[in-house]
């Protein structure tokens, strides 16, 4: 029988039945209780009319109802679609109109957001997890947690007939100014979740952090490796990451074994965590994705703690994860850090503009090939076949990022083709000149964006958050010791800090 990714969770419940499984706060459930409750939950969805590929929302604060709602609607043969509970309602109503949500599980806490879409006139047959907080004559039939606790007929839904099924639809920015939902199927959530697994060494004895928020893929690893090994999830609350000191603590205290985020999130407990004064003995392994890693941030990182793994895991959501790069103990860090090789059966070319073979050494965009690889966007068919090509069962996407190749057969990221701007009548990736800014011993944080203009095509404006006072003719004297003149920013506004996603990545549309 070919694996789901529910059967991860079986398996574990299985053979570690008492094993912890999630942890939030005083909260936890051991793997035979969350395999139960979520089956449950799955029971009352198909009761309540989910079929399997429907599209489930769930719009949950990160806790241990929406770790059992996102088991429960994959045991209900159906596909979660996760919605950020704090972002504008407008954008969750398009969503959910496109995704064609009718179903959406809640909380009594993100009960304003099923409010608010009704409000945006999305047509919901009914919403799992929340009370109706004003009487209403028709529209949605509310369910609460109570009546979920109490259903006692587990899911009967017939299995997917393959792993090709899709288990979850993720929307990210999108170039038109609209979410674009990448669909990503059973098969690919455990090409990379079980490979995660092997590779970390995940056991039953391990507890995996959960900083992502569930809507950001990131969070796979968490939860699906965590199951593949028995391990448990330890959920990280939101508001920590705005106070580095308590975040530290609580990675001492939880006992954090293998931790994942973004860098952002672990610049700042270099910076600002003290993690000189609190030991984390129990931590063997740190995996960062998402954004470049400055190498200046990682040295210090990896001399502050010498002991774990430091793992740097790249690809975007389209791909999960699809190459990956161990740091070698003791080596000294270099200013460009490679994000390493494929996975296994993953397969990655680097392409001219004319679509033939890059030269080692030589400047092209990634495509990657194999099991990792989406199965399109939802309800775009012109923007999937824009970037994937599909032949037989062989997916192969672009993915719009620079790379180039080493002598060592390692890959370095360059930035993105969509970041490539002209100005002066030269080509400037814009990814460069943060990577310069952000190599200076005072800058914490940089980004670069262009400013369109007549007589130049674009001026370059940087936004630099700094650690120490420096003026902008410093910092444009020591851009010019590593870059050509014509690629110099044109202004420098500081910044306290910089606007950042939800997800933990620096929104540049906010900038632009």
């Known amino acids: 029988m070919r694996l789901l990714i529910q059967d991860l969770l079986c398996a574990a419940a299985e053979r570690h039945a008492e094993a912890t499984a999630v942890i939030d706060g005083e909260h936890e459930l051991s793997y035979a209780e969350l395999d139960e409750r979520s089956s449950r939950l799955a029971g009352l969805m198909t009761d309540r009319g989910v079929k399997p590929g429907d599209r489930v929302g769930l719009a949950l604060e990160k806790s241990l109802e929406a770790v059992i709602a996102i088991y429960a609607t994959l045991k209900a043969g159906a596909t979660y679609v996760p919605l950020d509970d704090h972002a504008p309602v407008h954008r969750l109503a398009y969503i959910a109109r496109d995704a064609g949500i009718r179903c959406l599980v809640s909380s009594e806490a993100a009960a304003s957001v099923c409010e608010g879409l009704l409000a945006e006139g999305v047509e919901l047959q009914s919403v799992i997890g929340a009370d109706a907080r004003t009487g209403q004559a028709q529209g949605p039939e509310w369910i609460p947690w109570s009546t979920v606790e109490s259903f006692q007929t587990a899911a009967t839904a017939p299995r997917p007939l393959d792993p090709s099924a899709l288990a979850y639809i993720l929307y990210t920015s999108g170039s038109t100014g609209e979410p674009k939902g990448v669909m990503l199927s059973h098969a690919n959530g455990l090409a990379f979740a079980s490979w995660a697994a092997d590779e970390v060494g995940v056991t039953a004895e391990d507890r995996l952090s959960s900083h992502a928020p569930f809507h950001f893929d990131l969070s796979t690893f968490d939860l699906f490796a965590a199951a593949a090994g028995a391990a448990a999830v330890v959920l990280v609350p939101r508001e920590l990451s705005i106070f580095p000191v308590m975040l530290t603590k609580f990675i001492a205290e939880q006992a954090i074994s293998v931790w994942y985020s973004v860098p952002s999130a672990l610049i700042a407990l270099v910076l600002r965590g003290e993690l000189e004064q609190t030991p984390l003995p129990a931590l063997r392994v740190v995996i960062f994705a998402g954004e470049v890693f400055p190498a200046k941030y990682l040295a210090r990182l990896v001399e502050v703690l010498p002991l774990p793994r430091y793992l740097n895991f790249y690809g975007p959501t389209e791909t999960n994860v699809c190459t990956w790069y161990e740091v070698p103990p003791g080596a000294a860090l270099l200013e460009d850090l490679p994000i390493g090789r494929p996975l296994p059966d993953v397969g990655a070319e680097i392409l001219r503009e004319d679509g033939s073979p890059a030269a080692e050494g030589e400047l092209g965009e990634l495509v990657i090939s194999g099991p990792t690889v989406m199965h399109g966007y939802w309800n775009d068919a012109e923007r999937t076949a824009r970037t994937l090509h599909v032949d037989g069962d062989q997916r192969r996407y672009r993915t719009g990022d620079l790379v180039r190749r080493r002598v060592d057969g390692e890959l370095l990221f360059a930035g993105r083709r969509d970041d490539q701007i002209k100005t002066r009548g030269y080509r400037v990736e814009l990814g460069e000149v943060e ?78």
Do not use: W, Y
């Open 435 to 512: 990577t310069v800014l952000n190599a200076i011993e005072v800058v914490l944080e940089a980004a670069v964006i262009a400013v369109p203009n007549e007589a130049i095509t674009n001026r370059l404006k940087a936004f630099v958050v700094s650690s120490a006072p420096i003026t902008s003719g410093q910092l444009s004297r020591l851009c010019r010791e590593r870059l050509p003149s014509h690629m110099i920013p044109d202004e420098i506004e500081f910044r306290s800090e910089l606007p950042k996603s939800s997800t933990g990545k620096v929104d540049r549309r906010a900038l632009q």
